[in-house]
């Protein structure tokens, strides 16, 4: 059993190895993956997580000050949208992309026979955002742009398909998603992209103007656009892949090897678009994000007409998904962070983590990101079990109506608790938490775009009613929540359980009482009613695997999943006050450093 983590070692969370420090994320993928795969992926994600501790955190830095400048023409007035990137992204692309972050869920990866599930991408995201979410956005749409294609492709867009899981640099492409339009914002069906067929050159050609364009420049890019004669609304809209380069003239994808070794296109080899401009952003500044004008853009079709919100939303579960483990990677730094400033930072003859107030904060961060992670992690088992079901033609409709309303609040719930965590790891730097020079600052403004990437608060909160009401996702909901309670049988779980199995049966109540409401109050309570969820699966989730980690000896979890209901499920008279809880003083070591607990010093 692994002994505590003296934190007071480091001087600050980088030259490190993210992986071997966050026991959260591995017991969650040991729970996850088959024994197989994680024995296979274990040595992996360990070599991956020196990269990202070394060098890419302190690549991420440089870019956030050198990033991604546009040059929408060229000297002589021609447009050339050409995106300069510096060295130190390039290398850390190289760097990612080469370990397999995308190709190893899409193509057998060496040593194994088929390829890793899902999940395995969104661990290495959550690695990656220790350093670089605004990196990760890239990452995350090559993924869903594979993930569309893989689903939908006939097999005429097959160069891109593999060109965007390639494992080699040079041959790689990566992905984006243009889907903000200015007059319409969330709602997609407001698009007002037309796509006509070109007789002559044998294409679809788009006309119109995305607003919000994340990976600007990507060879496959995927937009929605309205061919002519279809419905208004989500209904009418086509999905097209829109290469950055004009397909008649280049032989196949433009690869990054292509761009590397012959530099920028001609004017005549660009595809018919402008990017306008780069957005000047507060954050995730390693992200060119801007505005692009269609102008008879070539572009191929992507299975059906007007079936192109659908696909869409294929690409936007894994997308929301890629979002919620950012939000986790940013939480698990900052807390890191925070660990090693306090066990660092004297003040009047003590090292900070020696006063209650700090512990106390600390416990709860760490709280928060075990529950964040353990809820994020079941929602990516369930998206990887029905993908893979799909792949070889069989049945996940439970798993399937379940992640449907997971995964819009695993976005809602972990993109506000980043925010939160980050202001609160600045607030521990003090001072020095607030300027340039250390990562809380940055850590703050790139979590701040989590709650708005892939749809907000309100709009995910909107999802989940559709969720409860066209899946009846409530059915799978309640049968895994009951199944877990009952899994749970130790003494010194006992109350907690009887907390949760009570707002558990809360939880049902409000969910026929909204069942028999009209739309409008429906829609008033639907944020409040995904929380509310959050709390009482995740609840279940953790004192379920606190069973587990007991009957082998362990009873840490018992304490981080009893913290979490009394935080998030119980009514604590005066606010607590006057309740004599000193878990904060007395699990300090347990919670925060990972210190092993004998079950049997456990209080029932």
């Not at 007002?192 to 119109?208: F, H, Q, Y």
Request: aromatic share 8%; proline share 4%; charged share 25%.
């Amino acid at each position: 059993m692994d002994s505590s983590i003296d934190y007071g070692q480091f001087e600050e969370g980088r030259a490190v190895n993210y992986w071997n420090l966050d026991r959260t994320l591995r017991r969650e993928l040991q729970r996850i993956y088959t024994d197989d795969e994680f024995e296979w992926a274990h040595s992996r994600l360990e070599e991956f997580g020196s990269i990202v501790g070394q060098t890419i955190a302190d690549n991420a830095d440089y870019i956030d000050d050198h990033g991604p400048e546009l040059e929408p023409y060229n000297k002589h007035g021609d447009v050339w949208n050409r995106v300069r990137y510096p060295a130190e992204q390039l290398e850390n692309e190289r760097l990612a992309y080469e370990m397999g972050i995308v190709a190893d869920a899409f193509e057998a990866p060496p040593g194994r026979d088929e390829p890793m599930p899902l999940s395995h991408n969104l661990a290495m995201q959550y690695l990656l955002c220790y350093a670089d979410p605004g990196f990760d956005c890239p990452v995350a749409m090559t993924a869903g742009a594979a993930l569309v294609l893989e689903k939908f492709d006939d097999g005429s867009l097959s160069a891109y398909s593999d060109a965007l899981t390639s494992r080699e640099y040079a041959d790689l492409i990566e992905g984006a998603m243009f889907l903000t339009e200015k007059q319409g914002g969330s709602d997609v069906g407001a698009n007002e992209t037309r796509a006509e067929w070109d007789e002559d050159a044998e294409c679809w050609r788009l006309t119109g103007e995305k607003w919000f364009c994340s990976n600007i420049d990507a060879e496959g890019t995927l937009a929605l656009a309205r061919t002519p004669d279809a419905p208004d609304g989500t209904d009418g809209l086509s999905m097209f892949l829109v290469p950055h380069a004009d397909p008649a003239g280049v032989d196949g994808p433009l690869t990054k090897g292509d761009r590397l070794e012959d530099g920028p296109l001609s004017p005549g080899a660009v595809n018919d678009q402008l990017y306008r401009r780069l957005k000047d952003k507060l954050g995730t500044i390693a992200v060119p994000t801007g505005e692009v004008e269609f102008d008879g853009a070539k572009a191929h079709l992507v299975g059906e007409q007007e079936r192109g919100f659908k696909q869409m939303t294929e690409m936007l579960n894994l997308e929301r998904l890629s979002n919620a483990a950012a939000s986790c990677g940013i939480i698990g730094r900052v807390l890191l962070e925070s660990k090693i400033y306090a066990a660092n930072r004297e003040a009047f003859g003590e090292t900070i983590d020696q006063y209650p107030l700090m512990r106390a904060d600390l416990v709860d961060m760490a709280v928060d990101h075990e529950a964040a992670v353990a809820y994020v992690f079941e929602a990516a088992r369930l998206f990887s079990e029905r993908e893979r079901a799909e792949r070889t033609g069989q049945d996940a409709d439970d798993a399937y109506r379940l992640m449907r309303l997971l995964i819009p609040i695993a976005k809602l719930r972990t993109a506000r608790l980043a925010v939160e965590t980050a202001s609160y790891g600045m607030e521990i730097h003090g001072g020095n938490g607030y300027v340039d020079d250390f990562v809380t600052n940055r850590l703050l403004r790139d979590a701040q775009v989590l709650p708005i990437w892939e749809g907000t608060e309100n709009i995910l909160s909107l999802d989940v009613l559709r969720a409860l009401e066209r899946e009846d996702a409530h059915e799978p909901l309640f049968e895994t929540i009951e199944d877990r309670l009952a899994s749970v049988s130790h003494p010194a779980l006992a109350a907690a359980v009887e907390t949760v199995e009570t707002e558990y049966h809360d939880l049902a109540g409000a969910l026929a009482t909204l069942a028999g409401e009209d739309a409008e109050y429906a829609q008033l309570s639907a944020k409040r009613l995904a929380h509310y969820v959050f709390d009482v699966f995740t609840a279940a989730l953790l004192l379920e695997q606190a069973q587990t980690h007991l009957e082998a000896g362990n009873g840490r979890l018992a304490l981080v999943a009893r913290r979490f209901v009394a935080n998030e499920l119980e009514a604590q008279t005066a606010r607590g006050i006057a309740s004599g809880d000193r878990l904060a003083l007395e699990a300090f070591e347990s919670i925060v450093q990972y210190a092993p607990v004998d079950p049997e010093t456990l209080e029932t």
